[in-house]
């Protein structure tokens, strides 16, 4: 099983954290469980971080069996979607996301 995490590294405009998360639960997270060959997904929101700690409010997991079902998504029409509803979400936030892949020792 193989992990593609998004990490969103950045600030959410003041006083805008929760507009923030609930566009995240009501308009991605249906898109995202679309997605082709998904077997799981997390969404994770940081409680607190070291005082050293880089400006990570968000950290997205999914869960997909192999390499061919994460190279499946990048051509899947549901991709294009989430990604258009990701930008407008993004408007929120000042900052980028980027993405790796990763398995279990």
């Known amino acids: 099983m193989l992990t593609r995490t ?3 590294e950045g600030t959410i405009q003041d006083g805008r954290e ?3 998360f609930r566009r995240v639960r009501d308009e991605l997270m249906p898109i995202w469980r679309d997605f ?5 997904m997390r969404v994770q929101r940081r409680v607190s971080a070291d005082t050293s700690a880089r400006p990570i ?3 997205l ?3 997909f069996a192999n390499q061919a079902a994460i190279d499946a998504l990048s ?3 549901v991709r294009e979607r989430a990604h258009a509803a990701t930008l407008e979400v993004m408007k929120l ?3 980028d996301f980027y993405h ?6």
């Open 6 to 8: 998004a990490i969103y």
């Open 18 to 20: 929760d507009e923030f």
């Open 36 to 40: 082709p060959g998904l077997l799981s």
């Open 57 to 59: 409010p968000m950290i």
């Open 61 to 63: 997991e999914m869960d």
């Open 75 to 77: 051509s899947s029409p």
């Open 93 to 95: 936030f000042d900052g």
């Open 100 to 105: 790796l892949v990763s398995e279990a020792l």
